[in-house]
């Protein structure tokens, strides 16, 4: 006898967009034309990239802050250019890193409680991309290590504790690249480019491991993510403009495990991956709904369980890692949809009559500890993520600070002619042109925050005669 159905614990989840009080109402969210997801969340948090005159900002609300957002409300607003690409640092919730039109990559720290005034200074500036930077990636297990990807077609991994650029590929891609993924233990990233290529590459050896061409033939940008059997699962379009995704192993990149054609829309599909329930959720930009897939070692391997659907089409989307999610409730996982003028958190449950934690459906998940410092996935070591129990929900620990400190090339070559210089001149001198040059500094950064701080006034105003100018039109 064949079994007509298969058997999956995920075969029943259901999604439920939350109540309206519930939102975050009254959010000018992003209208550039970037295909990133607009939104980040952690278990504290929810940032979304706004519109902002006079440069790039985006919000950072405490989750229990629904309801309207006034416009007065503080943004972190230091880019000169529009924000193209945010992410929540894995291991310390109030850290975030953001990509711009600027070139620049900046990592910022939100105060424990959220912002009560706008943040222009960011807790260091990472600069080395020539054209504007849309893909920013934390590392999954390695404590302040980024990635960050730019339309100059480099990556670049810094160390963010010193603020340095410790690897740059920049000769890998010879087109723009739609986005990067780690993979579980951080050892090597997958890249889907404009050139129709999805790679896997070691960003320490910097070298290609593996390359599929034409991994879809259309023309619209793809998608390529590491899951965690370290397989890559693929979105993207075939030469019909028929939307595809597509299942491979990097040992053998010559015909996919699997490939699967859905729809002739033509939003590009944001894949959002489960680990630990090795769900995959596919949300189109444009799209009204969320289709959400279970990944198996049986055939055909990628087996669709559901969508969820909704009347308005999303123009982003966050994604809550598992240890925010409520496990009383069932809740395998939680959206942030983003609208045209505000967030809707959208509810995935497995409907269950016990009350008892389900541990099938939470196995040990990732957690914010960091396997790894910097310096040692540097020198070449590789570890899986620190796991933690969520039978009795995850509390959120005391987060430290980040501090940079940056070396100082000075220190670092100091030649014998200039130790002679320093001994023959008297301390005293030495002494006041370091305090002449400190006022110096504090003068500049002054007049720079001033600056800052009136063009974040300049926008609120800016805002307020927008509003008035739409009252006095309707």
């Not at 016990?354 to 410092?373: H, I, K, N």
Request: charged share 25%; with cysteine; glycine share 6%.
């Amino acid at each position: 006898m064949r079994r007509v159905v298969r058997q999956s614990k995920f075969r029943h989840v259901f999604g439920q967009a939350v109540k309206n009080d519930q939102c975050y109402d009254d959010i000018r969210v992003s209208r550039v034309t970037w295909d990133s997801s607009f939104c980040a969340v952690n278990p504290r948090f929810v940032a979304i990239i706004i519109e902002a005159s006079g440069g790039g900002a985006f919000l950072v609300l405490p989750l229990h802050k629904t309801g309207r957002i006034d416009k007065s409300y503080p943004t972190v607003c230091g880019h000169t250019g529009p924000v193209l690409d945010i992410d929540w640092c894995p291991h310390n919730d109030q850290v975030i890193a953001s990509g711009s039109e600027d070139c620049t990559v900046m990592v910022w720290q939100i105060p424990e409680n959220g912002l009560t005034l706008s943040l222009t200074e960011p807790v260091v500036i990472l600069e080395g991309h020539s054209k504007r930077v849309g893909i920013v990636a934390w590392h999954p297990t390695a404590r302040n290590v980024l990635l960050s990807a730019g339309c100059d077609n480099a990556i670049i991994i810094w160390n963010v504790g010193t603020g340095e650029a410790l690897i740059n590929l920049d000769d890998m891609h010879s087109d723009m690249i739609y986005n990067v993924s780690w993979n579980r233990n951080g050892s090597l990233i997958c890249t889907a480019s404009k050139d129709k290529k999805v790679r896997v590459i070691d960003p320490r050896k910097q070298e290609i491991v593996a390359e599929k061409e034409k991994a879809h033939e259309g023309a619209r940008p793809m998608r390529a993510i590491f899951l965690a059997d370290g397989n890559v699962f693929t979105t993207g379009f075939s030469r019909m403009s028929e939307r595809q995704l597509a299942l491979w192993n990097p040992k053998n990149m010559q015909e996919p495990i699997a490939l699967h054609e859905m729809d002739t829309s033509n939003g590009v599909l944001l894949p959002f991956y489960d680990p630990d329930t090795s769900i995959i959720y596919l949300c189109g930009k444009g799209d009204s709904s969320i289709r959400y897939f279970e990944i198996t070692d049986e055939s055909p391997y990628v087996h669709y369980l559901n969508t969820f659907s909704s009347k308005e089409p999303q123009r982003g989307m966050g994604y809550m890692p598992k240890r925010g999610l409520d496990v009383n409730k069932c809740e395998i996982a939680r959206f942030f949809k983003l609208h045209e003028r505000k967030c809707e958190p959208i509810i995935m449950t497995v409907p269950r009559k016990s009350d008892l934690f389900q541990d099938d459906l939470y196995p040990d998940t990732a957690g914010p500890e960091a396997a790894l410092e910097a310096e040692e996935w540097f020198e070449g070591k590789n570890a899986d993520p620190i796991l933690i129990s969520l039978k009795h929900g995850y509390i959120p620990g005391k987060n430290r600070d980040l501090k940079v400190v940056k070396k100082n090339i000075l220190d670092s070559k100091p030649t014998a002619n200039k130790k002679c210089d320093l001994i023959n001149i008297p301390k005293k001198t030495t002494d006041t042109t370091s305090v002449q040059n400190e006022a110096k500094l504090d003068e500049i950064l002054k007049e720079i925050k001033s600056i800052k701080d009136t063009i974040c006034n300049q926008d609120e105003r800016i805002s307020k005669l927008e509003q008035q100018m739409a009252k006095i039109a309707a």
